[in-house]
């Protein structure tokens, strides 16, 4: 994944230190608990089947399960996701990538490291890509034959499909967002959200066909 964050996780940890702990919770669907001193408080966050702890104020990030720090490019996502999250509910509007502001922009890494290892992968392994949305990241199917909702973050519902080949049209990968994403989440860091989905997706791809 993406490196190079260090600049937007310093300014967006001082932001986090400004906030109200409590609105933070409530907006964004966070766990919070609140240790002596009351100074320092922690947030619990799942994202795409992992559970993250957010330290306040300081902004650390960790794997719930381990305490290991976890990357950078995930760590911003959270930390966006905290500050960001105004908690207006979903509206089940579904946009694709490009027609999110700055989408465009954005779209070519997206297609990159998000749609085209995705479908690179599960074109021909639509069981194994069902099995996992449902086991893995306890999706629901969706209205369309192969698409499936998941919530990647407690406000932030993906819609994703895979549409397999039919005669000379290869087959697609597609991950829609709902309409109120960027209440939650900057363009930018929604395709980081995309691209840490296909990293994970491939991975228990890999290791369950590796058995």
Sequence with gaps: MSNGFGAALKEVRRELAQKNTMELARFSGAALSLYPPLSWREFTIPFLSRIYQV???????????????????????????????????????WLRFSHLPGGNRYYPAFKKRALDPLVGYFGKREKLFSQLIL???????????????????????????????????PARSNILFDDTANEYLPTADLALVGEVLAVRLLQWGRARTAR
Excluded: C, D, F
Excluded at 59 to 83: A, M
Excluded at 151 to 163: F, G, N, Q, T, V
């Design 135 to 169: 086991q893995r990241l306890h999706g629901r199917p969706g209205k369309e034959p192969g698409s499936y909702q998941v919530m990647a973050l407690p406000r932030l519902p993906l819609y994703l499909r895979i549409i397999p080949e039919e005669g000379k049209i």
């Design 55 to 93: 330290s306040w104020p300081s902004g650390e990030v960790l794997l719930y399960n381990n305490r290991k720090q976890t990357t950078e490019g995930v760590s911003l996502i959270l930390l966006h996701y905290l500050v960001n999250s105004t908690g207006k509910p979903p509206s089940g509007n």
